[in-house]
């Protein structure tokens, strides 16, 4: 089974977007794969809190310009 595991800061992304790379990771999969893993992906979208991860010594917040703005 393919399994893609994603993470995300919390908010970055909307529902749309979310089921965007849900459908473009697949299809990518399948490309490699053939057809018959389709019906066995996963793709994990994980949200990580503000604060919750950092790098290079620093606590990441996401920046307000980088949060979705239409969670349609």
Known sequence: MP???IKTPEAALSKAQKQEIVHRM????VEYMS????PHTMVLIEEVKDGGYGR?????????SYRAKDDA
Do not use: G, Q, Y
């Open 3 to 5: 399994f893609v595991n």
């Open 26 to 29: 697949t299809e990518m999969l």
């Open 35 to 38: 057809e018959a893993a389709r």
């Open 56 to 64: 290079a010594d620093e606590i990441f917040v996401i920046p307000d």
